[in-house]
């Protein structure tokens, strides 16, 4: 029979931070968090849990609203 192994499931940054709130201010910590379509990474693969996930795509629309990140990246303009 043939072995599989167990991957180790990803704890979400934010709660072993204990942050309270995710600003989308901060341009770096969402670049993370978005792919280079310019897509909201899902939850499977960011390891975030679900509240934290919903934190960080409201705040990821707020920046794109107000202009600190884009829509798409500039290779598909």
């Known amino acids: ?13 934010f709660c072993e931070e204990k942050s309270k709130t995710i600003s989308y ?8 968090f978005v792919n280079e379509r310019g897509k909201i990474v899902p939850r499977r693969i960011s390891g975030n849990c679900a509240l934290h996930q919903r934190m960080l795509t409201t705040a990821v629309k707020r920046a794109r609203h107000i ?9 598909f303009r």
Do not use: G, N, Q
């Open 1 to 13: 029979m043939a072995e599989f192994e167990r991957r180790r499931r990803r704890v979400c940054r």
């Open 25 to 32: 201010y901060d341009d770096r910590l969402l670049k993370r």
């Open 67 to 75: 202009a600190i990140i884009p829509f798409t990246s500039e290779i």
